[in-house]
């Protein structure tokens, strides 16, 4: 049974930075791949990082590209996103999720397995 929880989601003021991380538990050994999403009220969901579990290659949107950073923990079974430089428009509840199939790595979002997400409010 595989478990994601994402965890560091706060309010805070427009050009004040936030680190949000997504633990894994179950069997995740096989992981192709980690990413983050984001959705506002009214808005359709955005990816915006991806991290690939083997060779760390990330893949970012365009909209917070230079302000945020995907990682991953040792363990590989945390994976962090870095955010500064918050904007207005970075509100929104954030998930993580995660897949074995390596086609899915990307910022489209077909992922199996998915956390709760975490509220952001930037002001």
């Known amino acids: 049974h595989v478990q994601l929880v994402e965890s560091g989601g706060d309010s805070v003021q427009a050009g004040g930075s936030l680190r949000l991380s997504c633990a894994a538990s179950?069997?995740?050994?096989?992981?192709?791949?980690t990413g983050w999403f984001r959705q506002a009220p009214g808005k359709e969901r955005e990816g915006i990082a991806v991290?690939?579990?083997?060779?760390?290659?990330?893949l970012y949107a365009d909209s917070v590209k230079g302000r945020f950073t995907i990682s991953q923990g040792a363990a590989k079974n945390t994976v962090y996103l870095q955010m500064n430089s918050l904007k207005p428009e970075d509100t929104a509840m954030y998930y993580c999720?995660?897949?074995?199939?390596?086609?899915?790595?990307?910022?489209?979002?077909?992922?199996?397995?998915w956390g709760q997400g975490t509220q952001v409010t930037v002001s």
């Open positions: 999720a995660a897949d074995y199939r390596s086609g899915s790595c990307d910022l489209i979002g077909a992922f199996a397995y």
């Open positions: 179950g069997y995740t050994y096989s992981f192709k791949c």
């Open positions: 991290i690939l579990s083997n060779s760390g290659s990330t």
